[in-house]
């Protein structure tokens, strides 16, 4: 006796996206950050609905995020200029900054730069006597100074 014959994946996708109501996505307009915040939040929860990626989850635009004027500095290296690269789904930044120099970055690339650090273990000491390494602090490897 055999299987029975399972219904083909993409029989069960068309079911599921005709069984779906016509939603505002496709139509929402897209003029700030916070309306990317949104379809982004929509289009996961129809996705996770759908079973599939349906709506793809859009980055913004650099022009639209909030900026922060920094000046740039390199701890380790004070010297030499500093790649960044970050792609996620807020953003995507492709730079290189020069230490020294003024530049207007947006906030989110402002954080992940000052969150950057080498970690810095100590030993410490147990109450009831023992010794155990535990995480200190951290070495930022950035220093960013805003300019008012």
């Given at each position: ?59 913004c635009p650099i022009e639209l995020h909030p900026k922060q004027r920094v000046i740039f500095n390199r701890n380790d290296q004070p010297t030499n200029p500093q790649p960044v690269f970050v792609s996620n789904e807020m953003i995507e930044f492709n730079e290189t900054l020069i ?50």
């Amino acid at each position: 006796m055999a299987r029975p014959k399972k219904q083909p994946k993409q029989d069960k996708i068309e079911e599921i996206i005709a069984r779906t109501p016509k939603d505002e996505l496709v139509e929402m307009p897209l003029n700030s950050l916070e309306d990317y915040l949104e379809y982004n939040k929509k289009a996961r929860a129809l996705n996770k609905q759908l079973g599939l990626c349906r709506y793809p989850i859009k980055q913004c635009p650099i022009e639209l995020h909030p900026k922060q004027r920094v000046i740039f500095n390199r701890n380790d290296q004070p010297t030499n200029p500093q790649p960044v690269f970050v792609s996620n789904e807020m953003i995507e930044f492709n730079e290189t900054l020069i230490p020294g120099k003024e530049y207007e970055l947006p906030v989110c690339i402002v954080e992940y730069l000052a969150g950057k650090g080498v970690p810095v273990w100590k030993w410490y000491e147990n109450p009831d006597g023992s010794k155990e390494t535990r995480h200190s602090h951290v070495n930022p490897r950035f220093s960013l100074r805003s300019v008012y």
